[in-house]
């Protein structure tokens, strides 16, 4: 195994593409079987013509790829600016399986297994780890993940919401040398490969965890037998000036993962939006479907905190990558450097943890990663996926 990353900020689309790809062909030892490609926005003009440029220059290679209001590659994050990158590489011993599905080819989630297994072309003691690039306008990401955990509930998933468009429509996604404007493509790789992910959700707890005694779907009417903007009013009142301004406009809803655990520590919790408030009753909008009797706890976000979540979460890697290892960044449109001040910070952090692996991605409308064993569509989110043979 053999990976290789490289980009371009050409501003037109087919040198870039021919530049990028000859620069990655080159850096590998044999002709490459997987090529994963993220086209800025400033290219958009040209996105029909992408893959079949990119499939004519690498031949017979899995070319998977979509558009990206920014991209990351060759160590470095590009924003706001004309960019190609490509990550991938040679994989004897892996099978990739890929596919273009449209929303109304999806299962439901509790459908016949055979039913997933016959749309993905895998089967669960096959393993796969999967790759799914979506557009967030025509296809129900979630609802695709739920199917997912039940029929392949071992097995990991990984990617993002396609970003840099404005409309539905605009998304350009990436199979070979096809370009879709909806829907989504999931590659699964199975056999000499493995796929360990890395979710840092950037927030640090506030307050006390607390029991939800009282809720209906999204909306959070009661904790501890409180309502909750009354537990709010109280905890703002002890929270430092700094806090209280990041209150105003960075606050959060973790949900534990751990239900029956006796304490929580950051990194415990699923972070979800808070959608809105309900000042006659007193209760909250929350981004997700809730429980009685679940434990939840409030959560700021600031760069200082996403910072270190990053570290505290590179930190635990539970091996060092092996050699002809790569990495895989699915990192958030609001992360970057809107959130830090400075290029690349998600990207030398890495690089300071693991090494100089090369590491490809972009930033997304929505990050695909697991949290307590079951995937989620984040926000604000940096997802890592380190590919190495299977140990």
Same mark, same amino acid.
């Given at each position: 195994m053999q990976w290789a990353s490289a980009t371009s900020r050409e501003p037109d689309l087919r040198?870039?593409?021919?530049?990028t790809a000859t620069e990655?062909?080159?850096?590998?030892?044999?002709?490459?079987?997987?090529?994963?490609?993220?086209?800025?926005?400033?290219?958009?003009?040209?996105?029909?013509?992408?893959?079949?440029?990119?499939?004519?220059q690498l031949g017979e290679c899995c070319i998977v790829g979509c558009s990206a209001s920014g991209v990351i590659g060759d160590g470095h994050e590009w924003e706001r600016m004309a960019a190609v990158s490509i990550i991938g590489a040679t994989l004897p011993g892996a099978v990739l399986t890929a596919r273009w599905i449209e929303a109304a080819d999806l299962p439901a989630p509790e459908d016949s297994p055979l039913r997933w297994q016959h749309l993905l072309g895998v089967t669960p003691p096959q393993t796969p780890a999967f790759l799914i690039l979506a557009d967030p306008y025509s296809f129900p990401v979630e609802a695709f993940l739920r199917g997912l955990d039940r029929v392949y509930p071992e097995c990991v998933k990984l990617g993002g919401l396609a970003s840099g468009m404005q409309a539905p429509g605009e998304v350009a996604l990436y199979l070979e040398r096809q370009t879709h404007r909806a829907g989504a493509v999931c590659l699964a790789l199975t056999g000499d490969i493995e796929l360990q992910t890395l979710v840092a959700q950037g927030c640090r707890?506030?307050?006390?965890p607390l029991f939800?005694?009282?809720?209906?779907?999204?909306?959070?009417?009661?904790?501890? %037998?409180?309502? @909750? *903007?009354?537990?709010?009013?109280?905890?703002? !009142?002890?929270l430092p000036p700094d806090d209280q301004v990041l209150?105003?406009?960075?606050?959060?809803?973790?949900i534990a993962m751990r239900p029956a655990a006796t304490e929580y520590r950051q990194g415990d919790f699923l972070i979800r939006n808070l959608m809105g408030a309900d000042d006659d009753s007193g209760g909250l909008v929350v981004s997700a479907d809730l429980r009685e009797k679940h434990v939840v706890q409030f959560h700021l976000r600031d760069a200082a905190t996403a910072a270190y979540d990053l570290e505290r979460v590179l930190s635990n890697l539970d091996a060092a990558p092996v050699q002809g290892s790569g990495a895989l960044l699915f990192?958030?449109?609001?992360?970057g450097e809107n959130l830090y001040g400075v290029r690349d910070h998600d990207v030398n952090a890495f690089r300071h943890h693991v %090494?100089?692996? @090369? *590491?490809?991605?972009?930033?997304?409308?929505? !990050?695909?990663?697991?949290?307590?064993?079951?995937?989620?569509?984040?926000?604000?989110?940096?997802?890592?996926g380190i590919a190495r043979p299977r140990r």
């Open positions: 040198v870039a593409l021919e530049q990655f062909a080159a850096a590998l030892d044999a002709p490459p079987d997987l090529a994963l490609v993220f086209i800025s926005e400033s290219h958009k003009r040209q996105y029909a013509s992408a893959a079949a440029i990119l499939a004519d707890p506030i307050g006390e939800i005694t009282r809720c209906q779907g999204a909306q959070l009417l009661e904790v501890d %037998g409180r309502r @909750p *903007l009354d537990v709010l009013k109280s905890l703002y !009142e002890r209150m105003s406009h960075s606050l959060f809803l973790g990192s958030c449109t609001g992360r %090494g100089d692996l @090369p *590491l490809g991605g972009f930033f997304c409308n929505g !990050e695909i990663g697991p949290v307590g064993g079951t995937t989620f569509v984040h926000g604000y989110t940096s997802a890592f």
